[in-house]
Structures are given as structure tokens and as C-alpha cells.
């Protein structure tokens, strides 16, 4: 822990996370707030048999005009910074909640084991309270940490 600059990390991804925002707002400026896909995925989980399938979930979600206008701009060629599609929920809450879940995000991604060996996640997709949670969880869990532990933090895309 003690040869990490958390702090720097911290205030560098918050950083990032700002310009992303912006960025983010003109891109979609104009189109109306949009479901994130874990409310469709939800929702083809809880009617399977009604024929709701995983894949038309997908199209459901990606038939958003939101949704259509940052997988214009990702794919675009021009694009400065991509606008991942699993931060819409985080994206759509504003901007200084945006930079405070970056800041946040820095150091332990989405996956951390602890000291005592729990493994604490949040897979990608899943509801912004979760993401929430995981990362109270984490940031207890860090300050519990000497300068001489060892900290094992994942990001999976």
C-alpha cells in the first residue's frame, strides 16, 4: 500500500471521469434519459417464458436513441474518450456524481480481495446502488490496510 499514490490515482480518475461526462453530455444532447440493460435483462429473467429473450433484451436496449447516440460516437473514428454503455445509469445522475463514483472507482475497479480474503465485486451492468455499495465496502475495507498490506484490486470489462 505504501508504494501507491492513492490519492493521485483517485484524483487522476476522477479527473478523466469529468472530461468523459462533458463529453458525454453533447453527445447525447437532446435524447431523453435511457433504461440501462440491466432493466432488460431484469425483465427477460423474470418472463423467460413468456419469450422475452436475452437477445431481444439487447436489441431493446440498444433501440434507444441515447443508447444509438454513443455507440455512434464510440464507433465514429473520432472519438476522445469512449462512453461505456454500463455507465448510463452513473452518466445519467449528473456530473459531479459521475466525477465522485470516478474518484471512488480509481483504486479497487469493480473486484477486490480484502485481508481476510473476501472477495467483494460488482460486475458491469448491474444497478448504480450496487456499484454504490461495493465501493463503501471497499473504501472500509482500504482503510483497514497497514502500509506493509498487499492489495489485489481487478477491473474486468
Not at 505504501?2 to 490519492?7: A, M
Not at 432488460?40 to 423474470?46: A, G, I, M, N, Q
Not at 436475452?54 to 436496449?61: C, G, K, P, S, V
Request: a positive charge; glycine letters at 6%; charged letters at 20%.
Amino acid at each position: 500500500m505504501r508504494l501507491l499514490n492513492l490519492g493521485w490515482m483517485a484524483q487522476h480518475n476522477a479527473t478523466v471521469h469529468r472530461r468523459r461526462w462533458h463529453v458525454w453530455r453533447q453527445v447525447v444532447q437532446g435524447t431523453r434519459d435511457a433504461q440501462p440493460l440491466w432493466r432488460f435483462v431484469d425483465r427477460h429473467l423474470t418472463t423467460p417464458k413468456r419469450g422475452y429473450s436475452l437477445e431481444q433484451a439487447h436489441r431493446d436496449f440498444r433501440a434507444q436513441p441515447r443508447i444509438a447516440a454513443m455507440e455512434i460516437y464510440n464507433n465514429s473514428g473520432r472519438a476522445v474518450t469512449p462512453l461505456p454503455l454500463d455507465h448510463l445509469e452513473a452518466f445519467q445522475v449528473g456530473c459531479e456524481a459521475y466525477v465522485e463514483l470516478g474518484y471512488h472507482t480509481a483504486v479497487p475497479g469493480n473486484a477486490m480481495v480484502a485481508l481476510g480474503g473476501q472477495i467483494f465485486e460488482c460486475r458491469p451492468n448491474q444497478p448504480l446502488s450496487q456499484l454504490w455499495e461495493f465501493m463503501k465496502f471497499a473504501a472500509i475495507a482500504m482503510r483497514q490496510m497497514s502500509p506493509d498490506d498487499c492489495m489485489v484490486a481487478l477491473l474486468e470489462h
